[in-house]
T-cell receptor, first 112, second 112 residues
Framework: DARVTQTPRHKVTEMGQEVTMRCQPI?????VFWYRQTMMQGLELLAY????????DSGMPKDRFSAEMPDATLATLKIQPSEPRDSAVYFC??????????FGEGSRLTVL | QQQVKQSPQSLIVQKGGISIINCAYE??????FPWYQQFPGKGPALLIA?????SEKKEGRFTISFNKSAKQFSLHIMDSQPGDSATYFC???????????FGTGTRLTIIP
């Protein structure tokens, strides 16, 4: 059963700490997206990759957020230092140029 | 030009009724319009999608109506069931490009 896997599912941390979220896209998919979901803003695109190359990270606060794909089976989203306003659910999604995105179950981040 | 506006923000419908969610877009280059369904604690999942060469697409109880001249599209759920209670997102993109612009979401509740 192919699915996008995200870890951790839940993370509570204190302001100023580093947070790393990981995503394993569906094997064979060549696009990977990071979205942030909040009640106020809905689904915001943070970054996306095609064939591991970053194509767009304009939605990401550059001073504290970074996204990478060290290899085809792993995408990471890092926040350093974290702030309370970063509290949200972060989704990773992958695709294969068909238009359909497959989402993981999300990482719920709470920054105290 | 990248916005997709979605309404209503929340919707309560009686079981057996018709649920209708509306979206409007601005970018005339968009040519792929999917709807995603999200249950609590899960990631969004593709429900149904349409391309602008047709004005309507139906899959079971779910129908997308598309009005190219008005730049609007809507989701109709016939014979709404409690299991349809979820958050629904409309989206738009260029077909084959999975960089989706999402609407803000509609929380649908079906009551007995």
């Amino acid at each position: 059963d192919a699915r996008v896997t995200q870890t951790p599912r839940h993370k509570v941390t204190e302001m100023g700490q580093e947070v790393t979220m990981r995503c394993q896209p569906i094997l064979g998919h060549n696009t990977v997206f990071w979205y942030r979901q909040t009640m106020m803003q809905g689904l915001e695109l943070l970054a996306y990759f095609r064939n591991r190359a970053p194509l767009d990270d304009s939605g990401m606060p550059k001073d504290r957020f970074s996204a990478e794909m060290p290899d085809a089976t792993l995408a990471t989203l890092k926040i350093q230092p974290s702030e309370p306003r970063d509290s949200a659910v972060y989704f990773c999604a992958s695709g294969l140029n068909t238009g359909e995105l497959f989402f993981g179950e999300g990482s719920r981040l709470t920054v105290l | 030009q990248q916005q997709v506006k979605q309404s209503p923000q929340s919707l309560i419908v009686q079981k057996g009724g018709i649920s209708i969610i509306n979206c409007a877009y601005e970018n005339t280059a968009f040519d792929y319009f999917p709807w995603y369904q999200q249950f609590p604690g899960k990631g969004p999942a593709l429900l149904i999608a349409i391309r602008p060469d047709v004005s309507e697409k139906k899959e079971g109880r779910f129908t997308i109506s598309f009005n190219k001249s008005a730049k609007q599209f809507s989701l109709h759920i016939m014979d709404s069931q409690p299991g349809d209670s979820a958050t629904y997102f409309c989206a738009a993109s260029n077909f084959g490009n999975e960089k989706l612009t999402f609407g803000t979401g509609t929380r649908l509740t079906i009551i007995p």
